[in-house]
């Protein structure tokens, strides 16, 4: 999935107030990835990464930053794999490239996809899309119930996962989070 169609979702979702639009939106969105994509979008629209925290700041993001590309290419998985090589880079010469890692990922990201990885990787992206409305999103798209998501949620510890087995299986794949 293109990371513009996340923006936009998320676009959408931060515009209004309306809960139930929200997990709407999200819903839709969910419905539209592919099953490698789950566990990197879920924890992008709750404002996180499915790294956590790499620790990329407003200095390298800054030093990164690259004209905004024309037209969007950047898919989500490669925005992942930019997080996971920035995160085993070590040893002499890290911070060099770790700057060439982020600004590859700028140079091809359009200016709507540059402000939301700025806010994603500061901790700064604001939507309103809590877990508790994803929550809501992973059983209106996999036609799970919300409470047995929640429980799922709770049993895992994070929805990503969750997510991922109510997307390919339904409700039904949300029994490896019972007791």
Request: proline share 3%; glycine share 8%.
């Amino acid at each position: 999935m293109l990371l513009s169609t996340v923006v936009e979702t998320s676009r959408r979702v931060a515009e209004t107030t309306k809960r139930r639009e929200k997990s709407e939106a999200l819903a839709a969105l969910l419905r539209q990835l592919m099953p490698d994509e789950i566990a990197v979008v879920v924890p992008y629209l709750a404002g996180g990464t499915r790294q956590g925290r790499v620790g990329i700041g407003y200095a390298m993001i800054r030093d990164a930053m690259a004209p905004p590309a024309p037209e969007a290419t950047l898919q989500v998985t490669e925005v992942d794999r930019m997080l996971d090589a920035y995160a085993d880079v070590q040893g002499a010469g890290s911070a060099a490239r770790r700057r060439e890692i982020v600004q590859a990922v700028f140079a091809r990201a359009t200016e709507a996809e540059q402000q939301f990885l700025t806010g994603l990787l500061m901790g700064e992206l604001r939507q309103g899309a809590l877990e508790g409305i994803m929550v809501e999103a992973v059983a209106k798209a996999s036609g799970a119930s919300v409470a047995r998501v929640r429980q799922a949620v709770m049993m895992a510890g994070d929805i990503a996962p969750v997510a991922r087995a109510a997307m390919e299986r339904g409700e039904a794949g949300l029994s490896q989070y019972d007791l």
